[in-house]
């Protein structure tokens, strides 16, 4: 996972000229967070209403022009950590048993609630990537401040931010030592370098991200990002927030139309 992290920045696209990234920072949040809670308020099963968020999410991914191969490469490695929890629900028990082998039993209600919990999760993941991998920190920060988040988790998630760079420079530090030393031939002692590596990381890190805070509270910091300018939006956000919201309408228009039918 940190070499995940390290190898890729967090905002490889934010750099581009699209329409994605001409909209304000705040805009961009807001239609990314309508669009997900529009997918996970959405009942099981209900596969039309997810084709339209899909469709959504694939123009915005066009609109935008993220690199295909980072995106893919984030959402990799989420699925493996949420994987575990989707193979949960496809042993369900409810509907007809389409297999069975002693207490485990495959049923048509369990994969209608994997195939459920898969989309929406897949497509909360590519919005919330797309929405990283196109905005800076700063800029996402700062958008926080402007939607009225306290300052004091806007603080904890730029500390966060700026602990995992440090935590990943001393992890790669630490890697090239032993590599230098020839202690990453062989398993067994790549094994036990990563085992020493993991106890002794926190503690280096630990005290490294002390020295960098005392370091920004002699430069004036005050417990709170400096907030930047950035755009304050315009007739373009407009068009884009009442778009996003007539998407996620019309989803659930489809699903109660199908309910009642």
Known sequence: MLLHIGAIALDVDSKKVTLWHKLAPRTRILCTLMLVFATVITPNGHWWTWLIYGLAVVSVI???????????????????????????????????????????????????????????TLLSLLMLNLLTLTTSVPSLLNALIEL?????????????????????????????????????????????????????????????????????????????????????????DVIALTTTFLVSLFGQVIYLVSNAS
């Open 148 to 236: 009225r988040i306290p300052p004091l988790l806007v603080a904890i998630l730029a500390s966060m931010y700026r602990y995992i760079n440090v935590l990943i420079n001393e992890f790669n530090t630490m890697r090239r030592a032993a590599a230098s030393r020839n202690l990453m031939n062989s398993n067994r002692t790549i094994r036990l370098v990563v085992g020493n590596t993991i106890g002794s990381l926190f503690i280096r890190t630990y005290e490294r991200g002390n020295r960098i805070h005392q370091a920004m509270l002699s430069r004036g910091y005050q417990g709170v990002p400096p907030i930047e300018q950035v755009p304050q939006g315009g007739r373009l």
């Open 62 to 120: 066009l609109l935008s022009q993220v690199t295909l191969g980072v995106l893919l490469k984030r959402l990799a490695v989420e699925f493996g950590f949420v994987g575990v929890v989707l193979l949960g629900t496809l042993f369900r028990r409810g509907g007809r048993v389409l297999w069975a082998w002693g207490p485990l039993q495959i049923t048509t209600l369990g994969l209608i609630i994997l195939g459920s919990v898969m989309f929406k």
